[in-house]
């Protein structure tokens, strides 16, 4: 009987650490709304990125994709507009502890200095905190209230602050 509990907590315990690294949460990416910095938890430009795939298998994007990829975002006229798409990457002198920014804008849009998000439709999540650095998972869990912003092929149709209650509804829908 005491083995079969071991084993059986055990299974448990790496069934959890297998399923940890599949759990872990982006954090929010930088959103300019008038003059106001925001974070928005959705990330418009995953759809682009999954549309066009030959982008991701180029050598220099990061394995995985997402992993270190930040898009800066603007909303403004009702619209959304990418403003910059990057990685974050090990700087080249350092084992792989300190990491730098570097701009991808050109290669996925040659030629193109702000883009128009025409490829999104969906919901855009920003929650009404104006610390954007230390926006991650368990805050998203948490929020009091929030910002969503219904967008239609780059275009705001809606705009609604919803407080914890609705906005637990919200996400449950």
């Known amino acids: 009987m005491r083995g079969t509990r071991r084993t059986s907590a055990s299974v448990v315990v790496l069934l959890l650490l297998l399923l940890l690294p599949m759990g872990t949460a982006r954090g929010g990416e930088p959103?300019?709304?008038?003059?106001?910095?925001?974070?928005?938890?959705?990330?418009?430009?995953?759809?682009?990125?999954?549309?066009?795939?030959?982008?991701?298998a180029k050598p220099n994007a990061k394995a995985g994709f997402w992993s270190g990829r930040l898009a800066k975002w603007k909303l403004s006229n009702d619209?959304?507009?990418?403003?910059?798409?990057?990685f974050w990457r090990s700087k080249p002198d350092a084992n792989n502890s300190q990491h730098e920014y570097q701009s991808a804008m050109s290669e996925f849009f040659p030629g193109e200095p702000?883009?128009?998000?025409q490829w999104f439709t969906g919901y855009l999540v920003v929650p009404c905190s104006t610390d954007v650095?230390?926006?991650?998972?368990?805050?998203?869990?948490a929020y009091m209230n929030?910002?969503?912003?219904?967008?239609?092929?780059?275009?705001?149709?809606?705009?609604?602050?919803?407080?914890?209650?609705?906005?637990?509804?919200?996400r449950q829908a």
């Not at 702000?114 to 998000?117: G, L, P, R």
């Not at 650095?133 to 998203?140: I, P, T």
Request: net charge negative.
């Open 133 to 141: 650095q230390n926006s991650c998972m368990w805050d998203y869990l």
């Open 79 to 86: 619209s959304l507009w990418l403003l910059d798409v990057g």
């Open 114 to 117: 702000v883009v128009f998000a």
């Open 31 to 56: 959103l300019l709304i008038g003059t106001q910095l925001r974070s928005t938890e959705t990330h418009p430009f995953d759809v682009y990125a999954h549309a066009h795939p030959e982008l991701c």
């Open 146 to 170: 929030c910002s969503v912003f219904t967008i239609v092929s780059g275009l705001v149709e809606s705009a609604r602050e919803l407080q914890e209650k609705e906005y637990q509804e919200f």
